[in-house]
């Protein structure tokens, strides 16, 4: 219902930005934190997920406040695991709610073959456009602090992804219509999960 996303392959298991869980699970590999607003960087989630050899990948402010884990900039590129991780940039260049200079992140993810690219709160930017081959995009919908339905759409024209998940909406921003809307636009086929629906690559 917001960004908050668990991926597993095999025995590895990545969360990204979790926040709201339910359960405490205790069984990620690897946290992945996008960039320290409240909603993304949740250290009690966090904790909730996180067992005796999980390691936190995030953004440098992440780091810097959790005092733990390995840093990600945009463009950086990190293998731990059997999993590569490639920092995006992720920012508004037209609003002021996630500047560029603050080097907050998505992700492109590669993992048991697949490349799943998960945005952060960002706009439509240039380096985004730029990504290839991408089996799964993971893109925010919901408007005011990053792309909006429309926006999201335009963005699978250019990454031409096999699979879109829309997210943030649901919860401080955007609804189920802009997860609609994105699905009813974008060039690829969409997915639209509810906390708790998974899908199978």
Not at 22 to 50: C, R
Request: glycine share 8%; proline share 5%; with cysteine.
């Amino acid at each position: 219902g917001h960004a908050s996303f668990r991926i597993s392959y095999e025995d590895k298991v990545i969360y990204i930005d979790p926040w709201k869980l339910k359960e405490s699970a205790g069984d990620a590999t690897l946290v992945l934190v996008s960039h320290s607003h409240y909603d993304h960087y949740s250290p009690e989630d966090i904790s909730k997920v996180s067992g005796p050899d999980t390691k936190l990948i995030a953004s440098t402010d992440v780091i810097t406040k959790a005092k733990a884990g390995e840093a990600i900039l945009p463009g950086l590129t990190v293998a731990l695991e059997g999993i590569w991780l490639k920092g995006v940039p992720a920012y508004n260049p037209d609003k002021q709610f996630h500047p560029k200079a603050s080097n907050w992140v998505g992700f492109v993810i590669e993992i048991g073959s697949k490349q799943i690219y998960y945005a952060g709160d960002t706009d439509l930017t240039e380096e985004m456009k730029a990504l290839k081959d991408i089996d799964v995009a993971l893109l925010p919908v919901g408007g005011t602090y990053t792309m909006n339905a429309k926006e999201a759409a335009q963005a699978t024209m250019h990454i031409k992804p096999k699979l879109a998940i829309p997210y943030h909406w649901g919860d401080i921003v955007g609804g189920r219509n802009d997860a609609e809307q994105f699905a009813e636009s974008a060039v690829c086929e969409v997915k639209i999960l509810e906390p708790g629906d998974s899908v199978s690559l």
